[in-house]
C-alpha cells in the first residue's frame, strides 16, 4: 500500500502569525489538503504558538470530524503536561513524541530511546488508555537496539527523522547512504512489530526512492516543501504531486 500523505500545516500558521490578521485561513488550507486527497492534517502546537495555536486544535478537530471522518489528526510535540492536557483534549488519531527543546526551529534529532525509556513507557501508556495511537521519532541511523527499546515503549510506530536525507539534494552519493541507513532502521522496526512513518524535509523528488527503499512506509508528514512548492503550483495541486509521489495516483 502507499504511503499516507499527512500535511502539516505548521508553515500556513507561521505566514498567518506574521500579521495580526485571521488569512491564510489554516483550517481554510486544511480543508482544501483534504479535499484533494491527503489523508490527514499535522500539527505541532509548541509552547510559545510561534505557529499553530492552541486555539486552532479544536477548529481542526471539528473540520476532520464533521467534513472528512476518514482522515486523521496528527498531533506533534515534546510531551509535557500541558502538550499531554492539549491531546487529551483534543483526542488525536495519531500523537507524535519528539524531543523538542522548546527553543529549537524545528526538530532535528530523535529520541534517545535508553535514556528515556522510564519517561517514554509512562506517556505512551497515559496517550494509549484513552485511544491514541503514539509514534516516536526516531534517529534514521540503522541502530537496532534503538528500535527494540522504542518498541519496549509500548508505542505503535516509530517517525523516521529525514532530515539529513533531505538536505542531500545535491549530493546523490550521499543520499543514497542516508537512504541505506534509514531504510536499515525501517527493517528493524517492522521486524519487531512497529509500523513506520517519516518526516522533514521531503520533497516530490526524493520521496519516491525513499518509498521504493521503504516500501511498507505507513505514513509521511509533510509541511515545509509542501508549502514552498504552493507557491508556484497552488495548494491543491501541490498536494496531488504529493500523492503521486507517495503512489497513490498514477
Known amino acids: 500500500m502507499p504511503a499516507k500523505l499527512s500535511v502539516n500545516l505548521n508553515a500556513i500558521a507561521m505566514l498567518r502569525n506574521r500579521r495580526d490578521l485571521p488569512w491564510p485561513d489554516v483550517a481554510r488550507f486544511g480543508r482544501i489538503a483534504l479535499e484533494a486527497g491527503a489523508s490527514g492534517l ?38 509535557s503536561e500541558d502538550f499531554l492536557l492539549l491531546c487529551e483534549a483534543t483526542e488525536p488519531e495519531q500523537v507524535t513524541l519528539v524531543p523538542d527543546d522548546p527553543s529549537q526551529a524545528t526538530s532535528d534529532h530523535g529520541w534517545d530511546f535508553t535514556g528515556h525509556q522510564s519517561f517514554l513507557t509512562e506517556v505512551v501508556g497515559r496517550l494509549k488508555s484513552k ?42 552519493e550521499k543520499a543514497a547512504r542516508e537512504i541505506d541507513l534509514l531504510g536499515r532502521t525501517a527493517d528493524a522496526a517492522l521486524a519487531v512489530g512497529l509500523a513506520v512513518n517519516a ?3 521531503l ?6 526512492a525513499l518509498m521504493q527503499r521503504i516500501p511498507a512506509l505507513a505514513e509521511v508528514s509533510i509541511g515545509h516543501g509542501l508549502t514552498a512548492d504552493a507557491l508556484e503550483f497552488g495548494f491543491a495541486e501541490t498536494v496531488r504531486r504529493f500523492r503521486r509521489a507517495c503512489g497513490q495516483l498514477a
Open 42 to 79: 499535522t500539527v505541532h502546537p509548541r509552547p510559545d504558538q510561534r505557529h499553530i495555536r492552541f486555539s486552532d486544535l479544536p477548529v481542526l478537530r471539528a473540520l476532520i470530524d464533521d467534513s472528512f471522518p476518514q482522515a486523521e489528526f496528527n498531533i506533534e510535540g515534546y510531551p
Open 131 to 172: 485511544g491514541m495511537r503514539v509514534s516516536l521519532f526516531a534517529d534514521g541511523d540503522g541502530d537496532v537496539d534503538a528500535t527494540r527499546k522504542a518498541r519496549a515503549t509500548g508505542a505503535d510506530r516509530i517517525e523516521l527523522y529525514t532530515g539529513p536525507y533531505g538536505g542531500c539534494y545535491d549530493d546523490p
Open 199 to 201: 518526516g522533514h524535509d
Open 203 to 208: 520533497t516530490v523528488a526524493n520521496l519516491p
